[in-house]
């Protein structure tokens, strides 16, 4: 689950769900960390991150990743529907 993050660019992550695919404990994701670009687009308040997530269910996806304490950084993630 996300919410915008309003103060800054991107979604901030509110809730990683079991079994979602950023659960995976080597992504070191958690609530708090801050989705800033998918596939290399940058995510403002004017972003439909539906339409660059649409038809990517099972597809490589790269996130660019602001964690709420430390470096940001790039994982890969494969979206569910």
């Known amino acids: 689950l996300y919410e915008n993050d309003g103060a800054a660019n991107g979604l901030r992550i509110a809730e990683v769900l079991d079994e979602g695919p950023l659960a995976r404990a080597e ?4 609530a ?4 800033v670009a998918i596939d290399g687009t940058t995510i403002d308040a004017t972003t439909n991150v539906f339409a ?8 490589r996806v790269r996130l660019t990743i602001r964690p709420a304490q430390g470096d940001q950084r790039e994982i890969v993630v494969r979206p569910v529907s």
Do not use: Q, V
């Open 32 to 35: 708090g960390d801050t989705i």
């Open 52 to 59: 660059l997530l649409n038809g990517k269910a099972g597809d």
């Open 27 to 30: 992504l070191g994701i958690a």
